[in-house]
């Protein structure tokens, strides 16, 4: 399995990006995909998740990112929107290998794959 990561930039506060997460190898529609950002000097933390049809998010990013997937292109897709200073990091996608349910979507030790980051930096 691999998953590859793209769509960060450098964006002004308010504006928005789309990130991808284009997915190869055995991963059913089912499957957990994960986005997880890490900013520097701070820890890793769950971003969103869509798994069997749920989406979940941090209450961070609640109204303002979307998580999406397409099936027939096995790619995840992070929505977003209204974007602030705060949300600048190095973006992350992963997969867990089934369904994951609830909080546990948070837990970055349930995912087995991980793309290589994607840097985003909101700022002025």
């Not at 979940?56 to 790619?75: E, L, M, P």
């Not at 369904?99 to 980051?117: K, M, P, R, T």
């Amino acid at each position: 399995v691999q998953l590859q990561a793209s769509g960060g930039g450098l964006v002004q506060p308010g504006g928005s990006l789309r990130l991808s997460c284009a997915a190869s190898g055995f991963t059913p529609d089912y499957y957990a995909i994960g986005w997880f950002r890490q900013a520097p000097g701070k820890e890793r933390e769950g971003v969103s998740c869509i798994s069997d049809g749920r989406t979940y998010y941090a209450d961070s990013v609640k109204g303002r990112f979307t998580i999406s997937r397409d099936n027939a292109k096995n790619t995840v897709y992070l929505q977003m929107n209204s974007l602030k200073p705060d949300d600048s990091a190095v973006y992350y996608c992963a997969t867990a290998q089934g369904i994951l349910y609830g909080s546990s979507w948070y837990i970055a030790e349930f995912y087995e794959y991980w793309g290589q980051g994607t840097l985003v930096t909101v700022s002025s």
